[in-house]
């Protein structure tokens, strides 16, 4: 989609058919989504953002590996009026103090918390890392956090689904995870089992989290909704049927 990083060229028509077929399953299952909007620049950033706004209600994830970028994005969302759409993707424990002002300079309400840090691996280190965050976050004004327990690989997923539990059950805030990380590292994947094997396996890693008990799941590509829809659909509806017999567990 994106033509040029830099200044943020891309192809709209492209993009706004990818938003709409987004929203048509959105329809279809009444599940949520949000649009994950990744820059590499300011330029790109605001371009990005004034386009998503014009195209879509749904709320706006501002994304970037660079802190600057970020803060570039959620300044521009208040000039424009839109900063109860953003979600500020995203806080770690080891984010400068300058992201934590932007936040509370411009506005933010809602910004995904990652328990990423060095060193960090067990369940009960991420929690830990999480509610040190946590603190930091609402002091600079974030009363919506989504809690994200960090994964990077097939190992950290289990732990990561483990974590979403414990938190859910000690903290209640809404929990996930960037489960799709675990498929995007894997590099031996399609040698081992074949192109065929990475479909059925990015499925798998994006619903385990969600009938574990989370309230969210970042899939990866917008495109791959088609699929990780149509498979949490499937999995809420039978979770409906259990609380209807009155037999669900509460996490």
């Known amino acids: 989609i994106v033509l040029n990083e830099k200044t943020g060229e891309f192809n709209r028509e492209k993009a706004e058919k990818l938003i709409k077929l987004k929203e048509e399953f959105i329809g279809k299952t009444g599940i949520p989504g949000m649009l994950d909007v990744i820059a590499s620049t300011k330029e790109a950033m605001c371009k990005f953002i004034e386009f998503s706004v014009n195209t879509t209600n749904m709320p706006i994830l501002i994304d970037s590996p660079?802190?600057?970028?970020?803060?570039?994005?959620?300044?521009?969302?208040?000039?424009?009026?839109?900063?109860?759409?953003?979600?500020?993707?995203?806080?770690?424990?080891e984010s400068k103090e300058v992201e934590f002002k932007a936040i509370m300079e411009y506005g933010i309400k809602s910004a995904i918390l990652l328990a990423y840090k060095s060193g960090v691996m067990s369940s009960k280190m991420r929690m830990e890392a999480l509610k040190e965050l946590l603190k930091k976050a609402e002091d600079a004004g974030v009363t919506k956090?989504?809690?994200?327990?960090?994964?990077?690989?097939?190992?950290?997923?289990?732990?990561?689904?483990?974590?979403?539990?414990?938190?859910?059950?000690?903290?209640?805030?809404?929990?996930?995870?960037?489960?799709?990380?675990?498929?995007?590292?894997?590099?031996?994947?399609?040698?081992?089992?074949?192109?065929?094997?990475?479909?059925?396996?990015?499925?798998?890693?994006?619903?385990?989290?969600?009938?574990?008990?989370?309230?969210?799941?970042?899939?990866?590509?917008?495109?791959?909704?088609?699929?990780?829809?149509?498979?949490?659909?499937?999995?809420?509806?039978?979770?409906?049927?259990?609380?209807?017999?009155?037999?669900?567990?509460?996490?």
């Open 66 to 93: 660079s802190a600057e970028v970020k803060i570039a994005g959620v300044k521009y969302a208040k000039e424009i009026g839109i900063e109860d759409k953003i979600v500020y993707n995203s806080l770690i424990p």
């Open 145 to 251: 956090p989504l809690l994200d327990t960090f994964v990077i690989d097939i190992p950290s997923l289990s732990i990561a689904c483990k974590t979403i539990i414990d938190l859910k059950g000690e903290l209640g805030y809404p929990c996930g995870c960037g489960a799709h990380n675990a498929i995007t590292t894997w590099i031996g994947l399609k040698k081992f089992m074949g192109v065929e094997a990475v479909k059925p396996c990015d499925i798998a890693v994006n619903i385990m989290p969600i009938i574990l008990g989370a309230d969210f799941v970042i899939y990866g590509p917008i495109e791959n909704c088609k699929y990780i829809y149509p498979a949490t659909y499937a999995i809420n509806t039978s979770y409906k049927y259990l609380k209807r017999m009155g037999e669900q567990k509460e996490i």
